[in-house]
């Protein structure tokens, strides 16, 4: 069972919003896309995080650990904070709940009906032929 601790940094990890995320607009945490793997809280307060991501050379690693370090370092009772990539394993879709994946569904529809509005405007024949879009 989690003590209390861990379950506090938990959701102060889980919290944190994906840079990734941020960018596109969705908006989404770490914990709503499932990217944190595990979660442990010694009894001295030591806590280690292990994160699952998308991309192995991800462009963002060093900012995703930083800002799992800080929110986890900010739970009062936590004495240090250790944070690791999952080197064996990828996150996929499949780890995320239903409401992030409505929100990427979203705004994978917003995107490309904006490249479709693009298309349209640049190319005569697309703007005639829907089909073709």
Avoid at 63 to 85: F, H, K, P
Avoid at 100 to 115: D, G, H, P, V
Wanted: charged letters at 25%; one cysteine or more.
């Amino acid at each position: 069972m989690a003590s209390l601790l861990q379950t506090q940094v938990e959701h102060a990890v889980g919290d944190v919003l994906d840079p990734c995320s941020r960018l596109n607009g969705t908006r989404l945490s770490f914990g709503e896309l499932g990217m944190i793997d595990a979660v442990t809280v010694g009894e001295g307060g030591e806590a280690h995080v292990r994160l699952l991501l998308d991309d192995p050379t991800c462009t963002y690693a060093y900012d995703i650990l930083r800002d799992i370090q800080i929110a986890a370092g900010a739970v009062e009772g936590v004495t240090d904070v250790q944070v690791q990539i999952r080197g064996d394993a990828i996150w996929t879709e499949d780890n995320a709940t239903p409401k992030a994946l409505a929100k990427i569904a979203e705004w994978r529809e917003k995107r490309l009906a904006n490249i479709a509005a693009k298309c349209a405007q640049a190319c005569p024949t697309c703007a005639t032929n829907k089909e073709t879009v």
